[in-house]
């Protein structure tokens, strides 16, 4: 309570504490009255049950749709359900990094950082929406995902066919993810359950880029100086551009030569990411502390949660606390109506400093501080003799300090998210239900970005205007802060009228399902922001600011604005949709099932006979096990499913009619700036597919498993071509592409050891998908297949070619170095060639030479889980198999630019005998394009992505029932969770981990997750 | 809670549900609060302001700027050029790097082709009534012009020099005139070109506005002058000097650089949208050799302005790079002003035997760029070739601005003033001779193979 208190200060939500006080005060109050009588009835062993893994009873399980919920023997679609306990076993702030691992289909990709790319069963789309659905509670979640807090959920279902999936029509095509939270159950005495962790990790390792030595720069420098390349630079006294402490050293004429040399090597013995890794980052802390509370009587129940999560991030300024509060209730207010209500409260603080992007084009042999840990200056926009004369020249310090910023600005993003809903559900029949539900969603986020006067950014702006006049000093940007506001909200609407009819006739031998409805949602969005000049924090006021006129710059002379930093945006989404869902079981062994479902939205521009996108599946069940002729005792469980269907997606940004998008220009005019070539034949995209899956279980389920082969088909795929530009528009987007793809889902989950106290349990899951793009009209020239769209996910990178997956890894074929130059060599017609520029140019991509996929075609996990008596150990080993990447490739010309090196540059070709050890060309100087860019995008530099990682270990000890019997404890476990415990197998022998390529040339440093290692405890209290 | 009641509510909000979904307009909804579909004659002005991709005022003809060799790179900066502006520096027969990327001549000029008739055809469903006739018209004549420019920057770039008795059966640009983009495209002949653009100019000439709501708006004076320069490119003088006339009619305000302030403190002594300026546009560089820090005025025109000019101090650092822009900064001008106007009439006066009234022309204008210590009227007397001097005049007042190819274009068929350009970079020396094919940039490759047109010989 302690800790709530001191957060609740930081976000002053008087709301939520009272929220907190009285919510509590309310459900203990609730609690007591009707739960006397239930509470004798639940057994002590129960209780502890629901703490044990219980994830084998694969078919006691009723897997959601996001509509119904289904038991699993009734499901003709493709589906997967994680379970609490094995959704729990990881330990994180989030919930979706707890499927990583443990979930078949589902992949993760965080090579970009940041929040993981998603994918199920590979990729269906190639410019439109790539995400799979996320629904929570029923209702598409539109908050920030982040927001959901992972003891909060009761299961999760993963949607992967279309039977499965066509239910959410054109939101489907990439699969759907279903979270279901926790409630209270009626009939259940009062429990209270706590669950707390604290995890840690290590610094990340600032090292694992391969980034050049200071002392090959230097070289690099003094090479350049001989060649007179920093002769204008140097002599450069309007815009004084940037000149690197080397090279100063090196053109000082009053330093003699052993001097420089002894200068130069000390500068070569520095390391600016030891003083980054140590001045700017710490170990991370994640503490997070989770309090629920629920039961039920015979016509009540309820389930409330107050949880706080206290992330201390890697960099040292970062922090992310977040509180979530949740009340759920039932109540049956008799026999026929049923009402569910929901209020769920997240709050979040986030604080980071962005002082390290601006590190990026620092020199590697500068340094942070001294010695004794003064902060230096390191050159930054202008030479430093430039800048360090600013003050004596009547403008302000002009330095970058990096050490300094961090106290000099703030960055903090608070963000409020809360989801309402109610359901009533009415029996109009015995088997005949109507329901209504409503959900209303909104989220506001709020960033304060202060970068105060001694901040270099402020200073900077401030410099660059001041006019010194022979009148005084102007200032046209304000002396003082300069505060940036951003502001974002969310609010969804959610309403949906179904009837549900569940039957059965002739002695239980039909069955019938079935539901229809409707539903209605409207999404809206909106955001600005706003820059306040001379920002008086203590007073809350800023100086009116002329953004009008345009001021001369110092020191370049050129004019420029002062930047208005304003913008107002919104958007706002409808959906209305109809849809049919039933299933027939006869017999028990025999299940049909079909689905339909149509929508119709808003997507701007399109013509309204267009709007409507009309899906459909369908999908039949066949429990072998259960006919008379089934004589296999050792496989009592068989069963056949098929499902065929559509799913659909749309591009948000194709349009029908040429869109305009109206900005503000800078003579304070309104320009409509014109978007897409007009298509009026645009329609949605479409995906049929095909799914056949088996399931099996050996007697006991010692032995259990499912196989899916699937084929999908993407219809009417948006896609780019690149079009005669004559016509205004390089490219034309339309539904001009179709991809095809197959792939297949294994899990296989046995019990190996069952004896006594002791039990082993393994868990295999292997996926596989392929896919490729047909019929794309049109190839383009070889340069456009170099870049990994995959990765950036920029439309302009993605460029699909016929017959090969949607990403692809590229090259130019390498016939090695020359061994008297030193120079790349490729092939031209089949000979060893170094005509670089035709090279490049024959636009046949027969030139190419195809790698593979550069996302994975295949991924497992195989699971081992241990237990001896309250004692549980289990780990898990997953892998990525079946993909390219491209490494990064240091530049083989002689440039200033440090970010264009890399480590490889020690490797480089210098002398005759250097190609039989090495692969990196000789560097040269003047620059040569072609040469660079060839070596950029050969063969040399691809790498197979394939490895296997252990993913994590957990441990667990649960206190016998003996030992608990005389407590109010009903259980307590102690738990560790260990995970990013490195790599145990990979194809590439450069010391890459696939999984966070870190390519400095391209800008991309996402370095690998640093070892995590968590402790925690979980109770519950009667 | 009584059950009434609670039926009474679950109704409500079925019924409020049902009945908002189901409006009908209720999907029309717009879905970005700053993106329409372009209908209203508000959205067709907005379309024409664009500043950006494209700027609907700029000439993307930045090839024509290094090739006039108005100025030199050094040795050590020629290598920080990409591939193919080194290639284009030295004049070089290709000139398109192997990897191709847009090219910014041929795709955004045909971009701002695409928005004018965009606009063009917006109009055709929005009324012209009395109350928005004015401003109607103003916005036609606008996409009228702005279409010609763009295909008299094109043509420029991509078609020889005009020539009267071949324009028929010579290559010119492809015409677009509408936005559909599944016509076709074609190279229309030069001719055709010319005409389209002319006969464009023609049209907006009454619809224009005199005075422009903004300087990067288009303006009747400014058609007056695009005519007046399209004319002189196309060698028929009476037609440019009559234009010319007719825009400084409209708009003749000069600058006087007596009164300017020359000092060194000031980095770039003439601010943007001045009073000279007409249309004000500015040519999309080429990255560095453009760049006035990095480039150095040619010594042979610099020696042409004589003591007493006042374009020497005001246009040129000490250490010979370019200051004098009309944009107030490094970017290169290469709008439409009213001292082109005048030399452009003075120029048309002295082909048409009017030698006297040229030089009065031309001294009002010169009046205003000598100190007047050193100035003196010219004469007849005084002056043995008035032509040769207004062209010098014309080289030295309108440099750095992208006239310089134009001029070297028609004026190495004037007999006597064919040139040829010579430049020295990295110890290999590279010539131009005169009516070269190398006055005519190749299409871009990507476009010859999209659509099949004809590339340029060179």
Request: a neutral charge.
């Amino acid at each position: 309570m302690k800790q709530i208190l001191r957060l609740g200060e930081g976000y002053a939500l008087t709301l939520i504490k009272r929220y907190v006080f009285y919510g509590l005060l309310i459900s203990i109050g609730l609690a007591w009255l009707p739960d006397n009588n239930a509470r004798a009835q639940q057994s002590k062993k129960d209780s502890t049950k629901s703490m044990q893994d219980t994830v084998f009873q694969l078919d006691e399980v009723e897997v959601s749709t996001g509509y119904q919920t289904i038991p699993k023997e009734r499901a003709t679609g493709s589906f997967v359900h994680i379970d609490s306990a094995l959704f729990n076993r990881a330990v994180s702030t989030d919930v979706i990094r707890r499927l990583k691992g443990i979930t078949p289909s589902l992949l993760f990709d965080e090579r970009a950082g940041g929040t993981p790319k998603l994918s199920i069963r590979g990729i269906s789309t190639i410019y439109g929406n790539a995400k799979p659905l996320i629904v929570v509670d029923n209702f598409p979640y539109e908050g920030d995902l982040s927001n959901l807090n992972p003891n909060d959920i009761a299961d999760v279902s993963i949607l992967r066919d279309a039977a499965a999936a066509s239910i959410w029509g054109i939101r489907a095509g990439n699969g759907v993810i279903v979270i279901t939270t926790k409630r209270g159950k009626l009939n259940q005495p009062i429990t209270v359950g706590f669950n707390s962790n604290v995890s840690v990790s290590e610094k990340p390792d600032l090292f694992y880029e391969p980034k050049i030595a200071s002392a090959d720069f230097i070289g690099i420098e003094q090479y350049l100086y001989d060649h007179d390349f920093y002769k204008s630079k140097l002599a450069n006294t309007t815009t004084f551009p940037v000149i690197s402490p080397a090279v100063e050293i090196i053109a000082d004429a009053r330093l003699s030569d052993t001097e420089k040399q002894q200068q130069l090597a000390v500068l070569g013995m520095q390391d600016i990411r030891k003083d980054i890794s140590r001045y700017f980052y710490r170990g991370v802390v994640r503490q997070q502390y989770a309090l629920n509370l629920q039961g039920g009587g015979a016509r009540h129940s309820y389930y409330y949660a107050a949880d706080v999560d206290r992330n201390q991030q890697s960099l040292r300024s970062d922090t992310y606390n977040r509180i979530n509060l949740t009340a759920r209730n039932q109540f049956n207010f008799f026999q026929k109506l049923s009402v569910q209500t929901a209020l769920e409260l997240t709050s979040s603080q986030t604080k980071s400093d962005n002082t390290l992007i601006s590190l990026q084009n620092a020199f590697p042999y500068q340094r942070l501080a001294d010695d004794v840990g003064n902060p230096l200056p390191i050159v930054r926009d202008f030479r430093g003799s430039f800048a360090a004369a600013a003050e004596d020249n009547g403008r302000l310090n002009w330095q970058f300090f990096p050490l300094e910023e961090p106290e000099n600005r703030s960055n903090q993003t608070g963000l409020q998210h809360y989801r309402a809903s109610l359901n009533a559900r009415y029996a109009l029949l015995k088997d005949l239900h109507v329901s209504v539900s409503y959900q209303y969603e909104h989220q506001a986020t709020f960033q304060n970005y202060l970068m105060g006067q001694q901040s270099y950014f402020t200073r900077d702006l401030i410099n660059r205007f001041t006019a010194i006049g022979s009148t005084g000093t102007k200032y046209p940007v304000p002396l003082g802060d300069i505060l940036d506001r951003t502001a974002g909200s969310l609010a969804s609407h959610n309403g949906r009228g179904q009837l549900d009819y569940a039957g059965d006739w002739d002695d239980n031998r039909s069955q019938l399902n079935l539901l229809a409805g409707f539903e209605v949602r409207q999404v809206r969005s909106g955001s600005y922001a706003n820059r306040y000049y001379g920002y008086d924090g203590s007073t809350g006021t800023a100086i009116p600011t002329d953004l009008a006129d345009t001021y001369t710059q110092y020191p370049s002379g050129g004019s420029a604005k002062i930047s208005a930093a304003q913008s107002i945006g919104g958007t706002l989404n409808r959906f209305r949709s109809y849809y049919v869902n039933g299933s027939y079981t006869y017999l028990s062994r025999y299940t049909l099932s079909g689905s339909a479902r149509m929508d119709q939205t808003n997507l701007f521009g399109v013509k309204t006979n267009q709007r409507s996108i009309p899906l459909w599946s369908t999908g039949i069940k066949w429990d072998m096990n259960k006919e008379s002729f089934y004589k296999l005792s050792w496989l009592p469980t068989l069963s056949l499913r098929w499902s065929y269907g559509y799913n659909g997606n749309f591009d948000e940004t194709a349009a029908a009619y040429v869109v305009a998008q109206y900005v503000t220009t800078q003579y304070g005019t309104r320009e409509a700036r014109l978007g897409n070539l007009p298509n009026p034949e645009l329609k949605g995209e479409r995906t049929a597919v095909n799914n056949l899956g088996l399931d099996f279980a050996s007697r006991n389920q010692r032995v259990s498993g499912r196989f899916d082969l699937y084929f999908k088909r993407g219809k009417d795929l948006i896609g780019n071509t690149p079009y005669d530009a004559t016509t205004g528009r390089n490219t034309f987007r339309g539904n001009v592409a179709r991809m095809k793809g197959h792939g297949w889902d294994a899990e296989l989950n046995s019990l190996n050891v069952h004896s006594g106290r002791f039990s082993w349990r393994s868990n295999l899951f292997w996926s596989y998908t392929a896919d490729k793009v047909v019929d794309y009209r049109a190839a383009t020239n070889a340069n456009y297949y170099f870049s990994d769209g995959s990765l950036s996910g920029y439309a302009f990178e993605i460029n699909p070619l016929n017959g090969r997956p949607l990403f692809g890894v590229y090259s130019y074929p390498w016939a090695g170095l020359d061994p008297q130059t030193g120079d790349p060599q490729g092939y031209l017609h089949g000979q060893v060639s170094k005509d670089y520029a035709l090279m490049l140019s024959v636009p046949a991509m027969d030139s190419l030479q195809y790698h593979g996929r550069a996302t994975p075609s295949s991924l497992g996990s195989f699971r081992n889980s241990l237990q001896w008596g309250s004692w549980s150990l289990s780990a898990n080993v997953t892998w990525k198999l079946g993909y390219y990447f491209r490494r990064a490739a240091s530049n083989i010309n002689y440039t200033g630019d440090v970010n264009q090196y890399t480590s490889d540059y020690a490797q480089r070709w210098q002398q005759p005998g250097d190609e039989l050890h090495t692969q990196i060309p000789s560097v040269v100087y003047p620059q040569n394009a072609n040469r660079s860019t060839f070596y950029q995008q050969s063969a040399a530099l691809v790498d197979k992505g394939d490895h296997v990682r252990l993913q994590d270990i957990q441990l667990s000890y649960d206190l016998p029932a003996p030992v608990l019997a005389h407590s109010p404890l009903s259980a307590l476990q102690i738990y560790a969770y260990a995970s990013n415990l490195g790599i145990l197998w990979r194809a590439n022998n450069h010391h890459i981990d696939p999984d966070y390529n870190s390519n400095p040339v391209l800008g991309n440093t996402t370095l690998p997750a640093p070892k995590t290692l968590a402790l925690g405890i979980k109770a519950s209290f009667r | 809670m009584n059950i009434q009641k609670l039926y009474h509510f679950f109704a409500v909000i079925i019924i409020t549900v049902t009945f908002t979904a189901c409006e009908k307009d209720w999907l029309s909804a717009k879905r970005n609060l700053n993106a329409v579909v372009p209908v209203k004659l508000e959205d067709m002005r907005a379309i024409l302001n664009n500043t950006t991709q494209p700027v609907m005022a700029d000439d993307y003809a930045g090839m024509v700027s290094c090739s006039g060799a108005e100025a030199n790179v050094t040795d050590d900066i020629f290598d920080y050029g990409a591939e193919s502006e080194r290639k284009i520096y030295t004049w070089n027969k290709t000139i398109y790097e192997a990897a191709p990327r847009p090219i910014s001549e041929w795709d955004d000029s045909y971009q701002q082709v695409f928005n004018a008739n965009v606009v063009l055809e917006g109009l055709q469903n929005i009324g012209r009534e009395a109350a928005n006739a004015v401003e109607w018209d103003d916005v036609k004549g606008g996409a009228l012009f702005f279409r010609a420019k763009a295909f008299y920057n094109l043509l420029y770039v991509f078609s020889s020099p005009y020539e009267e008795v071949t324009a028929a059966s010579t290559p010119g640009i492809p015409l677009r005139l509408g936005s559909d983009p599944n016509v076709p495209t074609t190279r229309a002949t030069q001719a055709a070109g010319y005409e389209q653009l002319l006969n464009d100019l023609r049209a907006a000439i009454p619809l224009l506005r005199v005075q422009p709501l903004l300087k990067v708006d288009a303006s009747r004076p400014a058609a007056y002058a695009l005519l007046a320069r399209c004319y002189l490119s196309m060698r028929d003088y009476p037609q440019a000097g009559l234009y010319a006339d007719s825009a400084l009619q409209l708009y003749p305000t000069l600058m006087d650089y007596r009164t300017m302030d020359a000092g060194t403190d000031r980095t770039y002594p003439f601010p943007e949208r001045n009073e000279e300026t007409i249309l004000y546009s500015r040519l999309a560089p080429l990255s560095i050799f453009d760049a006035n820090s990095f480039s150095f005025v040619v010594p042979e025109l610099y020696a042409l302005y004589e003591l007493g000019d006042l374009r020497r101090l005001l246009f040129y650092r000490s250490t010979g790079g370019f200051r004098g822009n009309y944009t107030g900064s490094s970017l290169q001008f290469s709008g439409l002003t009213t001292d082109e106007l005048f030399l452009i009439k003075a120029e048309c006066q002295a082909r048409q035997g009017q030698q006297t009234h040229a030089l009065e022309t031309l001294d009002y204008l010169l009046e205003k760029r000598y100190d007047p210590v050193f100035f003196q009227l010219h004469t007849i007397g005084n002056t043995p070739d008035v032509l040769e001097l207004i062209l010098q005049e014309r080289r030295k007042e309108l440099a750095f601005r992208g006239r310089r190819w134009e001029d070297l274009r028609r004026l190495n068929f004037d007999p006597g003033r064919a040139v040829t350009l010579h430049r020295i970079i990295q110890g290999q020396s590279y010539e131009l001779p005169p009516n070269n094919s190398r006055y005519t940039f190749p299409i871009p490759d990507y476009i010859i193979q999209m659509t099949g047109i004809a590339q340029n010989e060179r």
